[in-house]
């Protein structure tokens, strides 16, 4: 009597299982691809420690949280059961008293459908919002808050207070090394305000005219001041101060496109300073 009375609730309730059973494998096909992990299955023994097994139990968030959400699932199985069942045990205690067995299998039949029905209404909502919460977390695990964002910029470029201040720091050191040149050269050429550089030439060291000094505004003008002092000649021509400043670094020669237009100023400043020499000497020899 048992097996006839259960079988044909096992019969109506295999196909919503098996149905289940299938949307879950396309579910999870879709959301990562066809994968078979054989690494959760290889023996372990530290799955074995109980120390760890038991900290992973009662000293973890996720543990708890899961647990919850199964105690709500619990919780409305029964609220759906115990509304499905009362809605169908008049029927059923009526259908007992006149002891018609067929009637009473398709009653109980009607119970079981509506109750699959009800509750897999109400499970695939509460899916749908476990879905949506779990990418939300993890969407929000996976961003990162402004101060790690600083943190991890200054790990692995370096903080940038410090390295403002140390290229602040080397580009005092290179305006007081090139104000320190500036009397060791042959001229200064400007444009005449905004820029101001500093050549000199020594064939016995050099195989090229080489900048020893350049700026522009008020270092450009500190460049002057100081060349004045010196009695080094300043040479206004700014296409060849513009070239110098833009394509010549720093103590370097400079290319063979601007020979011909430093030669020039050279050979000026050269012949500038025989005549004053002539001048010294005829001023002597008087």
Same mark, same amino acid.
């Given at each position: 009597?048992f097996f006839v009375a259960v079988l044909p609730t096992v019969l109506i309730i295999a196909? @919503?299982? %098996? ?9 999870? @096909? %879709?959301?990562?691809?066809?994968? @078979? ?23 973890? *968030?996720?543990?708890?949280? &899961? ?19 009362? /809605? ?11 002891? !018609?067995?067929?009637?009473?299998? =398709? ?15 109400? %499970? ?13 977390? %993890?969407?929000? /695990? ?9 943190? &991890?910029?200054? !790990?692995?470029?370096?903080?940038? =207070? ?8 080397? *580009? ?13 050269? /042959?001229?200064?050429?400007? !444009?005449?305000? =905004?820029? +101001? ?19 522009? &505004?008020? @270092? ?6 100081? +060349?004045? &002092? =010196? ?56």
């Amino acid at each position: 009597l048992f097996f006839v009375a259960v079988l044909p609730t096992v019969l109506i309730i295999a196909p @919503f299982l %098996f149905l289940a059973f299938l949307i879950a494998i396309i579910g999870d @096909f %879709f959301q990562v691809g066809p994968l @078979f992990a054989t690494k959760s299955l290889e023996p372990k023994f530290t799955k074995l420690n109980p120390v760890s097994g038991f900290k992973n139990i009662f000293f973890n *968030m996720k543990t708890y949280f &899961e647990l919850g959400k199964n105690i709500v699932k619990v919780l409305i199985l029964g609220l759906v059961a115990f509304v499905v069942f009362k /809605d169908h045990i008049p029927t059923l205690l009526t259908l007992c008293a006149m002891e !018609n067995t067929f009637a009473i299998l =398709h009653e109980f039949g009607k119970l079981i459908m509506d109750f699959i029905i009800k509750a897999g209404i109400l %499970f695939l909502v509460i899916a749908g919002a476990d879905y949506m919460f779990t990418r939300w977390k %993890f969407l929000k /695990d996976q961003k990162m808050s402004f101060k790690e964002i600083k943190d &991890e910029y200054k !790990n692995t470029e370096g903080d940038p =207070h410090v390295k403002g201040a140390l290229r602040q720091k080397r *580009m005092q050191m290179l305006q007081q090394s090139m104000m320190n040149n500036v009397p060791n050269a /042959d001229f200064v050429t400007t !444009n005449p305000t =905004h820029i +101001a550089v500093a050549v000199k030439y020594n064939p016995e060291e050099m195989n090229a005219p080489r900048v020893l000094a350049k700026g522009t &505004e008020l @270092f450009a003008k500190k460049i002057v001041e100081i +060349a004045k &002092e =010196h009695n080094i000649p300043v040479v206004e021509n700014p296409p060849v101060a513009r070239a110098l400043f833009r394509f010549v670094e720093v103590n370097k020669e400079i290319p063979p496109e601007l020979y011909k237009a430093v030669a020039e100023i050279l050979i000026f400043v050269y012949n500038l300073h025989k005549d004053n020499k002539k001048e010294v000497n005829k001023n002597a020899s008087i």
